[in-house]
């Protein structure tokens, strides 16, 4: 089997000069302005979320530089005690090509066409936490990162008000996860032939990735097949037994790589995760 290491988090709307091979950071990339992108074909393996944009699944933005640059990639509201918590990928936070997590991020919950007023309708970001593996060397490999290619977010609270109590959160799982059962995996994929404008999601099967046919980098991940979740979905939230009367599932992993031909892998959060969810919750987001 090809290795999935390609990320998915995008990191620039006029060029793409992150690593083809790494999907994680790919799919959730970086953009600004109006995205410049193809038009979407007809029918495509990641169709528009048919409910529309839920409140516990959004884009996360960044600058990128004082030239109007923007960084993006998705990630979901999890429910924490505190009600401040979003779930990413760790490569959303920093990489081989950018080790320092940018100055200033903001999470959009159901985003929707709303790059003009992301700052107005997102949460700003207080603080980041991934796990302590998690280590990037400028221009290293990302390949041995991916086993950790997760993280935790916290965000501001608005008005009083804390980003769960206004939007709702998904239910964070830890591994083991279950193999084969259905999964939704949702993102803002900004590359052609998508614009990172509108929630995009494939749905099917998983089977976790083990044994002596899985690289190393994927032991652990979850496969979904017939996905073209492009750049810009890095981050997004895969989730089981999806409830459109709340907006909220069980959330089992988050999108981290993919072959860039239609397989993809989510990162499950693993039991030791949980310490990084007390931090995450215990952080200051007044």
Not at 193 to 199: A, F, I, K, M, N
Not at 224 to 240: I, N, R
């Amino acid at each position: 089997m090809t290795e999935l290491d390609r990320p998915a988090r995008r990191q620039d709307r006029f060029r793409m000069d992150l690593p083809r091979r790494l999907l994680s950071t790919l799919v959730a990339g970086a953009l600004t302005g109006t995205v410049q992108g193809a038009a979407a074909p007809g029918a495509l393996a990641a169709d528009p979320w048919a409910d529309g944009a839920p409140g516990t699944v959004g884009k996360i933005i960044w600058e990128l530089d004082d030239n109007g640059r923007l960084g993006v990639c998705s990630g979901a509201i999890v429910d924490a005690p505190g009600g401040s918590v979003i779930a990413t990928a760790a490569h959303c936070v920093s990489s081989p090509e950018s080790p320092q997590p940018p100055a200033e991020v903001w999470f959009v919950p159901g985003y929707d066409h709303g790059l003009s007023t992301y700052q107005r309708d997102g949460w700003r970001v207080l603080a980041f936490h991934t796990p302590p593996q998690w280590q990037p060397e400028p221009g290293g490999d990302i390949a041995g990162l991916l086993p950790h290619d997760y993280a935790l977010l916290t965000v501001e609270e608005k008005e009083g008000r804390t980003i769960q109590q206004t939007h709702g959160a998904n239910t964070l799982a830890f591994a083991p996860v279950p193999d084969g059962k259905d999964v939704d995996a949702l993102g803002y994929p900004a590359a052609a032939p998508y614009d990172g404008e509108s929630l995009r999601a494939c749905s099917g099967a998983t089977r976790v990735l083990d044994g002596p046919d899985a690289p190393a980098a994927n032991v652990g991940g979850l496969l979904l097949e017939d996905c073209d979740l492009t750049e810009g979905a890095s981050g997004g939230p895969w989730l089981q037994d999806y409830d459109p009367a709340t907006g909220s599932g069980t959330l089992v992993a988050v999108m981290s790589a993919g072959t860039g031909t239609g397989r993809v892998v989510g990162r499950p959060f693993p039991e030791e995760a949980r310490e990084l969810l007390d931090r995450a919750a215990s952080a200051d987001a007044s």
